[in-house]
């Protein structure tokens, strides 16, 4: 582990570092700063000294909405909607999902980070298509160019084999297993994937029908 770097009193930004609050899944410390828009807002220590973090947020709202007014006719509203989800997750504390990213160390680059048209001008040169979702080649790097890619997870699983593996959060397991972590039935991931769901999504979202048990069936 690295030598504690003490950031109380600092200033990153809009963000003044109060004091330490606690530590991160991957045991990263964690800083309570104070925006000067009135917020407080807790981010851990390296992404404060990567110049990741330049405010609660308040930063990236007003930017964002300065860039979405001035260039409304050529947003994409779903790339946009994306690339606003992935950001939450990286770095929305109170997100639920950023404990399985930002708490594992998962960032956004620099060039995306504030910077929406940027992303959607990759998203376009880049095979973006509105059945693909965005997917990190190493599934412990960043949000970048160089290690995302759209894809469709059912030629990603290659689901023609009977021992398909689906990999989320950094777990890999095959269908079959996940389905018995999970508690869904096999033929309800894989339906959801046919109609484009993601991995995440397949996995995560309850099943509503109180007649759907903890069964696994192929």
Not at 52 to 66: F, I, L, M, P
Not at 202 to 210: D, F, I, R, Y
């Amino acid at each position: 582990m690295g030598k504690f770097i003490d950031l109380t009193g600092q200033r990153f930004g809009r963000l003044k570092v109060i004091r330490e609050n606690g530590r991160a899944k991957n045991g990263k410390v964690l800083w309570l700063c104070q925006c000067d828009c009135g917020k407080q807002h807790t981010v851990s220590g390296d992404i404060l000294r990567r110049g990741e973090a330049r405010s609660c947020g308040c930063y990236r709202r007003e930017n964002t909405g300065q860039q979405f007014r001035k260039y409304t006719k050529q947003v994409d509203p779903r790339i946009y909607r994306i690339w606003k989800l992935l950001r939450r997750r990286c770095y929305g504390v109170n997100n639920p999902k950023y404990k399985n990213y930002g708490a594992r160390g998962i960032v956004v680059c620099p060039e995306w980070m504030d910077d929406f048209l940027s992303f959607q001008s990759w998203a376009l040169a880049n095979g973006y298509q509105n059945d693909l979702s965005i997917d990190r080649i190493d599934v412990n790097g960043p949000y970048s160019p160089e290690n995302c890619r759209w894809a469709n997870n059912l030629i990603q699983c290659n689901n023609k084999t009977d021992n398909v593996f689906l990999e989320l959060h950094g777990e890999r397991h095959t269908v079959s297993d996940w389905a018995r972590i999970t508690g869904i039935y096999v033929s309800t991931i894989w339906g959801r994937l046919n109609r484009g769901w993601t991995i995440e999504e397949a996995l995560e979202t309850p099943v509503k029908s109180k007649f759907h048990g903890n069964r696994n069936k192929k």
